[in-house]
């Protein structure tokens, strides 16, 4: 086996942080930074749901997902250039509502929307996994300031592991990422509990044994995300 690029452990997450109030305006924010990857959530709420839950008494959490044309090494296109969303957008930001939907009793929350945009001011791996743990922070703020925090149900965050050269390994950066042999994205609770597993075999099917150890890591990874969540909200 080799060695990680970054000099990383194998079970070793890079360095977190998490800056509450970033958007003045929003009802909930927190820019976060995990390595180089840097992702500003932000969540509003309206006292609105879709038509689709109209008089059903449950609100809603949706999500966007979107990054700056700088935000990786070459510049890309704006998509609202394009007149439409990449694949890859679509999938992310619906894996963010998803995960986000799993911590909040709709019926409790009353017919309200809650939109958490994620932006990425920097990629460098990770970045749904990064949204999912950043947004969390946001809409928690954003139900602490309507008082509606008793509908909060889990403490989510995500964390990205895989198959490489050095093993399996912990929270991939874009190296990493684009040479793994298999990778997965882990949405857990503080509780232990799984939200969503997303894994992907790149070169030739990995094994059970490999599978468990991934998830080995990400419950090891999640602990220092799921302290610095806390912390943050524990600021305001």
């Not at 749901?49 to 510049?75: C, D, S």
């Not at 939200?195 to 044994?209: H, K, N």
Request: hydrophobic share 40%.
């Amino acid at each position: 086996m080799t060695k990680r690029p970054s000099g990383r452990a194998c079970d070793e997450g890079r360095a977190i942080s998490i800056e509450t109030g970033f958007a003045r305006h929003a009802e909930g924010s927190a820019l976060i930074r995990v390595g180089g990857t840097e992702v500003l959530c932000t969540a509003s709420l309206e006292n609105r749901v879709p038509p689709f839950l109209r008089n059903k008494g449950q609100g809603w959490i949706t999500a966007e997902y979107g990054m700056l044309p700088r935000a990786t090494h070459q510049r890309g296109n704006r998509e609202a250039s394009k007149g439409k969303q990449s694949g890859r957008t679509q999938e992310i930001q619906r894996l963010i509502a998803r995960s986000l939907r799993a911590c909040v009793n709709l019926k409790k929350l009353g017919e309200r929307t809650i939109t958490l945009d994620c932006d990425v001011l920097n990629a460098d791996g990770g970045t749904r996994c990064a949204s999912i743990t950043g947004a969390w922070v946001a809409l928690s703020m954003a139900l602490k300031k309507a008082s509606l925090s008793s509908v909060m149900t889990a403490q989510i965050a995500a964390v990205s592991c895989g198959l490489t050269s050095a093993g399996a390994v912990l929270d991939l950066d874009y190296v990493e990422d684009s040479a793994a042999q298999a990778d997965t994205n882990f949405v857990l609770t503080a509780e232990g509990g799984i939200v969503e597993i997303q894994g992907t075999a790149e070169t030739s099917p990995f094994q059970e044994t490999e599978f468990f150890e991934l998830l080995r890591l990400a419950k090891l990874g999640t602990a220092p995300l799921f302290k610095a969540q806390t912390s943050a909200l524990e600021t305001l």
